[in-house]
């Protein structure tokens, strides 16, 4: 049995093994990564087996377009290769988009591959005036809406929004700064 909770400091080590293994050191080039780096996630979810070992993570992020209207930047979504045929990674998604429309989220948005995601609701082209702080594959940018309109509002270039991770933001000027005050 695999159970979804909330993501604690305990999962984190798990966590960060899980996405080496799914997406390898290049995951931190990606340009969805800088819309996350040095922030704290929205929403955090883990997948733990019957043994409480990680199995599946996801993440949602906050996100702001270039006129301050919010939406959610979903990702990543990684589940451990024993467990891909359990439906583990589907299980994840619905749990973070239920989430992500209770607490009243108008839409999220992801890079990731069709195939997979339009069976959560996501959509193709209807991200064209958007942009990331990157290059981004265009059919690969995808969203579902949770409120109308609130999609097609979006305009210019998402910039990360939310609240600043300052331990993994900066630890050596914080290091520097405790070390000072001792």
């Given at each position: 049995m695999i159970d979804i909770v909330d993501e604690t400091p305990a999962h984190i080590g798990a966590r960060e093994a899980l996405l080496d293994l799914s997406f390898g050191p290049d995951?931190?080039?990606?340009?969805?990564?800088?819309?996350?780096?040095?922030?704290l996630p929205a929403f955090a979810y883990s997948a733990l087996d019957e043994d409480e070992t990680?199995?599946?993570?996801?993440?949602?992020?906050h996100v702001v377009d270039a006129n301050g209207r919010p939406a959610?930047?979903?990702?990543?979504?990684?589940?451990?290769?024993?467990?891909?045929?359990?439906?583990?990674?589907g299980r994840l998604m619905r749990h973070a988009l239920n989430q992500a429309a209770l607490a009243g989220h108008g839409s999220v948005l992801l890079v990731g591959d069709f195939a997979?995601?339009?069976?959560?609701?996501?959509?193709?082209?209807?991200?064209?005036?958007?942009?990331?702080?990157?290059?981004?594959?265009q059919a690969?940018?995808?969203?579902?809406?949770?409120?109308?309109?609130?999609?097609?509002?979006l305009q210019g270039c998402l910039q990360a929004a939310g609240a600043m991770d300052f331990v993994a933001a900066q630890p050596f000027e914080i290091g520097v700064q405790l070390k000072h005050a001792a």
């Open positions: 995951r931190f080039l990606k340009t969805s990564e800088r819309l996350r780096e040095g922030r990680l199995v599946g993570t996801v993440r949602l992020w959610l930047l979903l990702g990543p979504l990684a589940v451990d290769a024993t467990c891909r045929a359990g439906g583990v990674g997979y995601y339009q069976r959560f609701g996501f959509l193709q082209g209807c991200l064209d005036g958007i942009t990331l702080p990157g290059p981004v594959e690969r940018f995808l969203a579902v809406e949770f409120r109308s309109g609130a999609v097609s509002e």
